[in-house]
Nanobody, 125 residues
Framework: HVQLVESGGESVQAGGSLRLSCVAS????????MGWFRQAPGKEREGVAS????????YHADSVKGRFTISRDNAKNTLYLQMNSLKPEDTAMYYC???????????????????WGQGTQVTVS
């Protein structure tokens, strides 16, 4: 089993930056693709970004392209999300997700990921 623990969420002003982290533990050999999702109150959980196991391929949602960057450090079993130029509409609970393998064209679908963290809250005002 894989455990994922997110951190780094907090309240910031619009235009500010945050870096989210997600540390994986347990059966980390089962981790291939990793991703970030977010869910605002009353809305569906949506894919923000995804990264392949060797960091060769990344995907970012159109709403965050140019502002957010996903990366990972496999030696530290850690996933990151650098968020710049934050907007109020970025306010949400951010979740880390992982799976042995996710087809690239389906990276943004939450059902493709078996492992999830508990989330970290980002509030932009």
């Amino acid at each position: 089993h894989v455990q994922l623990v997110e951190s780094g969420g907090e309240s910031v002003q619009a235009g500010g930056s945050l870096r989210l982290s997600c540390v994986a533990s347990g059966a980390t050999q089962d981790i291939g693709c990793m991703g970030w999702f977010r869910q605002a109150p009353g809305k569906e959980r949506e894919g923000v970004a995804s990264i392949s196991s060797g960091s060769f391929t990344t995907y970012h949602a159109d709403s965050v392209k140019g502002r957010f960057t996903i990366s990972r450090d496999n030696a530290k079993n850690t996933l990151y999300l650098q968020m710049n130029s934050l907007k109020p509409e970025d306010t949400a609970m951010y979740y880390c997700a992982a799976d042995p393998w996710v087809y690239g064209g389906r990276w943004f679908l939450k059902d493709e990921y078996n492992y999830w963290g508990q989330g970290t809250q980002v509030t932009v005002s």
